[in-house]
């Protein structure tokens, strides 16, 4: 238990990405089974625990502890799970000789009924240390909250066993906890274990995007051309009445769609984009979408408001037929007779974009005719279906981003090798009447800058700080005094958390206007004109 | 006589009428009795100053050697007469030359604590409990929530880190005064035999402790000067605040370690940028300053800097009188 304990608190203090591989990695390879797999299983939220309520978990322990104390030490923790963990009473006489295994307290977890859950809880809380007790608690409470995606756990095996993530996409939902098979396989102890599951992910084919000078070397003949979609990347897969839909990292999102579920009768796997509305009518913009996504229940009111429907763009598996061997070209056709048969609400077609050079095709670009169509894709007419990223075959011609220019207002320090430099920035737009202008914050960008650039705008960091909490300075910024900043974002989205209302989606600082005096830079209004654009 | 007529608080800090001296006072005064060597506690510029000699040099280490008008030091367990007031000085197990100051008069004893631990450490004399009428503790860490773990696993931590990143460097943040020398002697004790790189600011502190026969190997200055050093792989000690410094950018992706009995507290690790907590604290925990005000046997316990509400509350439930003494000047963050 300890080792997890230790895992999980290493885990959410790294920020980098290696740094979490590399402490995914040494788990897997130190830890034995079947610890190693739940800890896997609790990382991608696939170990199966019924969860214990916050009351239930603060009556526990006021049972036994002074509540004035507890009280005193909530407030200042914060956090009911880490409070907990840390004022557990623990009587000396009881400490074990050795602290249970993830094993054991999944299995005790598991094995508890409803209404003795909180006394099993109480029971392996008494046996552990304080970081294994917070482990303990998460667990039962649902959501580790580490920071670390399904996607880079899978990463990480990947990397433990030096094989493709690919690999692993496709086996990981034939597979379940403890993963035995799957450790057994990525250490060379045993064969790749074989997919029997029904509805399995296939590893999706990406794109490149367009390079300076990529289409000279190009014939527009051998491409077809499609709009870029923005709603969010899904594969349909229905087999033996299994029926999942997946995101392009082989997330099972089916429960957040049943909608979309419920119409596929079919036996296939389709490729294509979620998007909210009617394709016979109209589809929906991203803020319409954006009502659907990350949403753990999903009401009857809200699938009527903004029904799923998938467009579709490939067709990989047909009955018993894989088809990902035939070139795109073939592919099509098959796809185009296929979604005829399907619920036209549900189910439509990318359609081509008819283009006659790249020229015509970058006019098109520039004046797409829907608001979610985030540009255009090509697709080589005689290249199979791929896993991964292979350069080439798929291109992305994304539209230019928008630009704003905004006012640095706060910079917070970053991690790592950017501990030492305020790296992370807020910036604001004007808003407010004449003579009482205000810099609200609309966004935050952490790159896009260059070092020397980071090294400038650090010193400028150091040398105009107002206030400083913590790790963040908040900068001078008035109508005379201030950096501007031209942020690149790829659109809006409106935001009732942020108090400009307004959310960039994916900003990068794309330029430092030294020149620019800051009461030159951008008013709210620029931003909301795009929001109802 | 009353407790409160032996010892009270004024401004310039915890006062003595009979014995007519002041203990820790923040201001500069006739007399002082210091009990350890923190900036916060030992301040230059009185007439006269009575400490232990190691806090003495401490001070003289810090202030230069005229940072009093006089010095007299104070061996332990030693009793000194001031102005018919008995005062002795007892190991606190804090920092080297830490001490409490035990106070007598009249049949009344009080013991000042200052700043104190229970923890074995081998850079200073471990805490002896003082039987006493009235004891007065410190309270940094003065919540259930703080339990510190064995200094030896935090350390192991450390080292497992080194280990796991060998092509980074570790950046622990200590505190100049006996935080980043403890760290130095664990480090030692669990066996790393290599060069410690230390900051400027610690290396007379840490030449000191040294003279006074604590090991800490061999240190080298963490400077670039004279060719561009790798530091990959090092372990590097510095206090806290410079490693938020430009002064940071000489080392490779550096891990930013902080060894400090807050970091028991995840979201004040995050709020540090802090990536690979150290909880080592030389304070008392929660169990340890409930366990000491029983070992004193104090009726009484005065309670001060830090979190003085859990700890008054604890010493009501366990039918000790005791209240809160608010004394002004002590840093509340000190670790």
Request: aromatic share 8%.
């Amino acid at each position: 238990m300890n080792r997890f304990a230790e895992l999980l608190d290493r885990l959410v203090l790294t920020p980098s990405r290696n740094g979490k591989l590399t402490l995914l990695v040494d788990y897997f390879r130190s830890v034995e089974d079947p610890d190693r797999g739940l800890a896997l299983a609790a990382i991608t939220g696939d170990l199966n625990i019924a969860a214990v309520k916050p009351a239930m978990l603060r009556m526990l322990v006021t049972e036994r502890m002074d509540p004035v104390l507890f009280g005193y030490s909530y407030d200042y923790v914060g956090d009911l799970a880490e409070t907990v963990s840390l004022v557990w009473p623990q009587t000396p006489g009881n400490i074990p000789n050795r602290e249970p295994t993830l094993g054991e307290v999944v299995a005790k977890l598991q094995a508890a009924s409803r209404s003795d859950g909180p006394k099993v809880l109480a029971g392996l809380l008494d046996n552990a240390g304080i970081s294994a007790r917070f482990a303990i608690i998460k667990l039962v409470t649902g959501g580790l909250r580490i920071g670390v995606s399904a996607r880079l756990a899978k990463q990480a095996l990947a990397d433990f066993g030096k094989v493709d993530v690919a690999e692993i996409e496709e086996l990981w939902h034939g597979l379940s906890p403890p993963y035995m098979g799957l450790f057994a396989w990525l250490e060379g102890k045993a064969d790749k274990p074989r997919n029997t599951a029904m509805a399995l992910f296939r590893p999706v084919m990406l794109s490149n995007p367009v390079g300076d000078g990529d289409l000279e070397k190009l014939d527009p003949a051998d491409y077809a051309a499609e709009w870029k979609w923005d709603g969010i990347r899904v594969q349909a897969v229905a087999e033996g009445g299994v029926r999942r839909l997946y995101s392009r990292t082989g997330d099972d999102v089916s429960g957040a769609f049943p909608d979309l579920a419920d119409a596929m009768h079919f036996s296939a796997a389709l490729d294509g984009e979620l998007l909210v509305g009617d394709p016979r009518q109209a589809t929906g913009t991203f803020s319409d979408l954006q009502q659907r996504l990350n949403r753990k229940t999903v009401t009857p009111k809200m699938q009527q408001q903004y029904p799923a429907f998938m467009r579709c763009y490939d067709l990989l598996q047909l009955g018993d037929e894989d088809l990902r061997a035939l070139p795109f070209r073939e592919r099509r056709g098959r796809l185009e007779a296929f979604v005829k048969t399907l619920d036209p609400g549900r189910f439509d077609l990318s359609p081509f974009v008819a283009f006659a050079d790249w020229q015509a095709l970058e006019n098109l670009r520039r004046a797409p005719p829907h608001p979610i169509i985030e540009g255009v894709m090509l697709k080589r007419w005689d290249t199979p279906y791929v896993a991964g990223r292979p350069k080439g075959p798929w291109f992305k011609w994304k539209r230019d981003p928008h630009t704003v220019d905004a006012v640095l207002m706060y910079a917070q320090r970053g991690h790592g090798k950017r501990s030492s430099f305020y790296s992370d920035y807020t910036f604001g737009v004007w808003s407010g009447a004449e003579g009482e202008e205000e810099l609200v914050p609309v966004g935050k960008a952490y790159f896009g800058f260059t070092d020397e650039e980071l090294k400038q705008i650090d010193k400028y960091v150091r040398d105009n700080t107002v206030e400083r909490f913590g790790p963040v300075r908040s900068v001078r910024a008035d109508r005379d005094n201030g950096l501007v900043l031209e942020v690149a974002f790829e659109g809006l989205n409106r935001s009732t958390r942020h108090k400009s209302g307004v959310a960039m989606r994916f900003p990068r600082i794309s330029r430092l206007r030294w020149d620019k005096p800051a009461n030159e830079a951008d008013r709210i209004e620029t931003l909301q004109a795009l929001l109802d654009g | 006589m009353r407790a409160s007529d032996l010892l009270h608080p004024r401004p310039e800090g915890l006062y003595c009428p009979p014995g007519d001296f002041f203990i820790d006072p923040v201001r500069p005064v006739n007399r002082a009795l210091i009990t350890h060597g923190h900036s916060d506690h030992a301040r230059s510029g009185h007439r006269s100053v009575l400490a232990t000699p190691q806090t003495l040099d401490i001070m003289g280490l810090r202030y230069g050697e005229d940072f009093a008008g006089a010095t007299q030091p104070a061996r332990l367990g030693e009793t000194i007469v001031i102005n018919g007031v008995s005062v002795s000085f007892h190991p606190a197990g804090h920092v080297l030359g830490s001490a409490q100051i035990s106070v007598e008069h009249q049949g009344m004893r009080i013991v000042a604590s200052g700043d104190y631990k229970r923890r074995k450490d081998a850079t200073c004399a471990p805490f002896e409990p003082i039987q006493c009428d009235v004891f007065i503790t410190e309270a940094t860490f003065g919540l259930p929530v703080f339990r510190h773990p064995p200094d030896t696993e935090e350390i192991a931590r450390l080292l497992k880190s080194a280990a796991q990143f060998p092509e980074r460097s570790h950046l622990v943040g200590a505190y100049a005064l006996g935080k980043a020398q403890r760290v130095m002697r664990l480090l030692r004790d669990a066996g790393y035999d290599r060069p410690l790189y230390i900051h400027g600011a610690l290396a007379r502190l840490s030449e000191y402790y040294q003279s006074q026969g604590v090991d800490l190997g061999i240190l080298e200055p963490a400077t670039v000067e004279g060719g561009k050093q790798d530091f990959a792989g090092a372990i590097v000690v510095g206090p806290p605040s410079a490693f938020a410094d430009r002064w940071a950018r000489r080392f490779p992706d550096p891990i930013s370690c902080f060894a400090s009995g807050w970091m028991r507290i995840r979201q004040r690790a995050k709020q540090g940028g802090v990536e690979l907590p150290l909880i080592i604290s030389d304070h008392a925990d929660w169990d340890e300053l409930t366990a000491t005000i029983k070992e004193t046997g104090a009726e009484e316990v005065w309670v001060t800097h830090g979190r003085e509400e859990a700890l008054v509350r604890w010493c009501e439930l366990e039918g000790i009188a005791a209240r809160p003494l608010h004394l002004v000047g002590y840093e509340d963050e000190g670790d």
